[in-house]
């Protein structure tokens, strides 16, 4: 079977609903109904990794409310945060990690082009991510240099000389940074970055029929829960 | 061509500083998430760091909407990625919102206006610790129908009133001393190696 | 097809200063123009000034008039100019908008607006022009200097310009890399495209440049036609700091390590300075360096020299400590990868990494152990002609200054093993003999110097022997 491929507008809309119930019905345990939705999709979409970390952190948090009367106190206090944190957004995580999980950046972008959102944000969301690995790359070479130079960039160097240790692994970074910012933008220029025609795409991002089928079930869900709950 | 629209050089200084921001609060995250109680200052240690990146951005930029723009794509990315909880749309546009206003009063050139919009700005990320206590109830109901009184207990010793003041007391320092760091280091370094 | 006529320009921080002086020069269509001459004589501002980004996005004064595809580019924006003119730029990292490779290729044509089926049109025939099919779909980021700057060849391509404006393609290319390159230029100039390419090593176009335009301090001083330029003698040319015409041919003692090869070790002379043994280095499974026995000794420049990719900067990190590897002794002490990483420097191809504080010479104080004499920090700043600018911030200085910082911090630091990885990509030929010159200094100063390379002048120049790397 081909895996799932949804629109990303539908996965955003998702993101965004899943709110409703949550608000609604929060604390009873029809909320499990909406975190199974979000897991068959994942699973159809092939993205069973996920779909079992997504397990594994629930077991956790159950586990966690289970065993926690055998813990000394001070376990559960210092872990608290994470309980409240994971305990909290978990069913939002859901739909979240199938989101960022089955969704290319550039399918993303077309999807919001499609959404009429403006040229500023949708060169700007691209050019974030496009960053992301170049900014890794930097700070591994900085790292290096900072070490031939006997400079240490850890744990001890950052407690006894906060200010100083940082600043020598943050500023030849942004120098690095803005160069390359100042590169690329030269290099999108000449070649029609933000010229006056609509932009066009290889890549095809339509609204199908299981788009809509997907976000019909969704609100047959939240219906249905609502008039049991009443 | 002193004109004040965003062009397409600004379009990626605002991807290129976005992506700078979130892959330090994501470090930071990463380090300091774990620590108990330090998780809650982590907006206000970010903002020491962040100070400087907002400052060099608005030096480089310093048109309207180009904060905005700024903070919403960091909102939104965190958001998506970590779950829409509607807290933290609603904060995290809120803080960015205030900020951009803050900062075109001052035309992006007053220190004063630029340091409030910092703080703003710095809460943007905010609506995470936000949602604690805005959903507090259902969530304490939750835990006791699943794991007993005592524990929900002990969770519950943090979610405090106090506790979110002092959390917002020293994130606001935190920007505060931040924004005074990053002009300290723009002058330092980038004015004297001519790049702003 | 260009038509440039009595040009000035200033730019707009520094406005008395013309960086191009008169200017009058007709480029017909189809023909193929090489722009040299030394570093900052203004031939980058002039490709800059005919794709647009000069005065659109770089500000300044231009007087005088230029016109491309029978545009006036005064009065077109660069997105327009961009229709006809496409550019391929120095740095093969920062010139690509994409992580996909596909989307990379098309990005240009789909800037434009090209509609969809014509999309699919441009992919086959720019994948099959330029022999791409195992480039696509592939992160950028996993891709080698050559294959990003094919990808930057083939994203301009496919938008379809008439005219290809090249600023140093091939700076940061290994030999392989470069051939594949002008093979690249060729096959665009029998498409009968209009090609201007802007290079301090011209060698590989010497087969299809029509015209050679020579500048000096921001004018032309001479145009040349094929055969002319051609034969100039040696003497003329080094005098206008040019380099060779011809491929270099390496003339020193090159030792040949094929890696991964048990047998082909080398052992140098016993009681070596320098001694790494068994050094197999892994990247998860691949083995990505195996050399058996390396002896050298100080007082020596040795060349590394090698197609990318077959571990020379693994070579290089093992050596400095930066990763794990192989047994390294000096002066029959064994050295761990912690007192590699104090005997050891390592002067990066991107100089900007390494320089940290906010004077030049912070950056030496930095270095140097704590009792460093005044005398003795300004006698080397003063070796390495960076006298006058101990007060300026090192990020103002310029690349070639920057690189002598660097240098200047290890001495200071007492390393006596330095290790350069590319110093002389993208010089020209009276700095890369200045190169030569400060790594003559450091020689007398009693050190090993290793330097990573794919400038054959570079080696014939000041190198003593050379070790070639090859994977089989």
Same mark, same amino acid.
């Given at each position: 079977m081909k895996a799932l491929k949804l629109d990303p507008r539908t996965k955003l809309l998702l993101c965004l609903l899943v709110n409703v119930p949550i608000a609604l019905f929060q604390g009873s345990s029809w909320i499990l109904l909406f975190v199974g939705y979000a897991l068959l999709l994942l699973l159809l979409s092939k993205e069973y990794k996920v779909a079992l970390i997504y397990l594994g952190m629930y077991a956790f948090f159950e586990a966690f409310g289970l065993i926690s009367s055998f813990l000394p106190k001070i376990i559960v206090t210092i872990l608290s945060h994470l309980i409240i944190g994971v305990g909290l957004f978990l069913p939002f995580i859901a739909y979240g990690f199938l989101l960022i999980r089955t969704t290319e950046i550039n399918d993303l972008a077309i999807a919001l082009d499609k959404m009429k959102m403006p040229n500023s944000v949708i060169i700007s969301f691209l050019v974030l991510f496009r960053f992301i690995p170049t900014i890794k790359e930097e700070k591994q070479a900085i790292a290096n240099a900072m070490k031939l130079r006997g400079i240490s960039f850890g744990f001890k160097s950052l407690a006894t000389q906060p200010m100083k240790t940082f600043e020598y692994m943050y500023i030849p970074m942004l120098f690095s940074l803005l160069k390359s910012g100042e590169e690329l933008t030269v290099a999108s220029l000449t070649r029609g970055l933000g010229g006056e025609q609509k932009r066009t795409y290889l890549r095809t991002v339509k609204m199908g029929a299981v788009d809509y089928g997907v976000l019909f079930i969704f609100l047959i869900m939240m219906v249905f829960v609502f008039f049991v709950q009443l | 061509m002193n004109n004040n629209k965003l062009e397409v050089k600004d379009f990626i200084s605002i991807g290129l500083f976005s992506a700078i921001y979130l892959v330090l609060y994501l470090a930071l995250i990463i380090t300091l998430g774990m620590v108990p109680v330090i998780y809650f200052f982590i907006a206000a240690i970010s903002n020491l760091i962040m100070g400087t990146i907002y400052t060099l951005f608005i030096s480089k930029v310093g048109k309207k909407y180009s904060v905005a723009i700024m903070g919403s794509l960091i909102v939104l990315i965190v958001s998506f990625m970590t779950g829409v909880v509607w807290t933290k749309l609603v904060f995290g546009l809120g803080a960015v919102a205030l900020a951009e206003f803050f900062v075109s009063r001052g035309e992006y050139k007053s220190f004063k206006l630029n340091t409030i919009s910092f703080v703003c700005f710095g809460f943007l990320l905010f609506g995470t610790y936000a949602s604690f206590w805005i959903l507090k109830d259902e969530f304490m109901q939750m835990l006791i129908e699943h794991s007993g009184t005592e524990y929900a207990d002990i969770i519950a010793t943090f979610i405090n009133p106090t506790m979110l003041i002092v959390i917002i007391v020293v994130t606001i320092i935190g920007a505060i001393a931040g924004s005074f760091i990053g002009k300290g280091l723009l002058k330092k370094h980038f004015e004297r190696a001519g790049i702003v | 097809m260009i038509k440039i006529e009595s040009l000035f320009f200033s730019y707009q921080n520094s406005p008395n200063e013309d960086v191009l002086k008169n200017i009058n020069l007709k480029v017909k269509a189809g023909e193929f123009v090489l722009l040299t001459g /030394? $570093?900052?004589?203004?031939k980058s501002t002039l490709l800059n000034m005919i794709s647009g980004i000069i005065p659109h996005h770089t500000l300044g004064n231009l007087r005088g008039r230029i016109f491309v595809d029978n545009k006036d580019v005064q009065k077109h924006g660069v997105q327009e100019m961009s229709l006809s003119v496409g550019s391929v730029f120095q740095n093969p990292k920062s010139q690509f908008f994409h992580l996909n490779t596909t989307d990379e290729v098309l990005f240009s044509a789909s800037n434009k607006g090209v509609p969809e089926l014509e999309l699919e049109n441009r992919l086959r025939e720019t994948t099959k022009l330029f022999n791409l099919t195992k480039l696509l779909h592939r992160n950028i980021f996993g891709l080698s200097g050559g294959e990003k700057q094919k990808i930057a060849c083939a994203s301009t391509y496919a938008g379809k310009p008439e005219i290809f404006v090249f600023d140093e393609p091939s700076a940061n290319l290994d030999q392989g890399a470069i051939d594949e390159l002008s093979g690249i230029l060729s096959s665009l100039k029998e498409k009968n495209h209009t090609i201007l390419v802007a290079e301090h090593r011209f060698f590989h176009l010497m087969d299809i440049v029509d015209k050679v335009i020579y500048m000096e301090s921001g004018e032309i001083k001479r145009v040349y036609q094929r055969e002319e330029f051609l034969s100039l003698s040696d003497q003329a040319r080094k005098a206008m700091g040019l380099r060779d015409v011809h491929r270099t041919e390496i003339k020193k003692e090159i030792l040949t390590l094929v890696t991964g090869?048990? $047998?082909s070790n080398w052992a140098g002379s016993i009681n070596s300075d320098f001694e790494l043994k068994h050094l197999n280095y892994k990247y998860g499974k691949t083995p990505v360096i195996n050399i058996e026995h390396i002896a050298l000794n100080r007082e020596q420049v040795v060349a590394i020299i090698g197609k990318n990719g077959c571990g020379k900067s693994t070579l290089a990190h093992c050596l400095c400590g930066l990763k794990k590897g192989g047994l390294l002794l000096l002066n029959g002490k064994e050295y761990s990868e912690k007192k590699r990483l104090k005997a050891f420097e390592l002067v990066m191809q991107d100089v900007n990494h390494q320089l940290f504080t906010e004077s030049v010479m912070d950056e030496m104080l930095l270095a140097a152990s704590n009792d460093a004499l005044m005398e003795e920090i300004n006698k080397v700043l003063a070796e390495l002609d960076l006298l006058e600018y101990?007060? /300026?911030?090192?990020? $103002?200085?310029?690349g070639g200054q920057k690189q002598r910082l660097v240098i200047g911090a290890s001495i200071m630091a007492g390393k006596d093993y330095i290790i350069f990885d590319e110093p002389t990509s993208g010089l020209d030929y009276v700095h890369m003999e200045a190169f030569a010159e400060i790594i003559k200094i450091l020689k007398t100063k009693n050190k090993l110097i290793l330097i990573i390379t794919h400038d054959y002048e570079l080696i014939n120049l000041c190198c003593d022997r050379v070790i070639s790397l090859s994977d089989n």
């Open positions: - | - | /030394k $570093s900052g004589c203004g090869d048990e $047998s101990s007060a /300026k911030h090192p990020m $103002s200085l310029s």
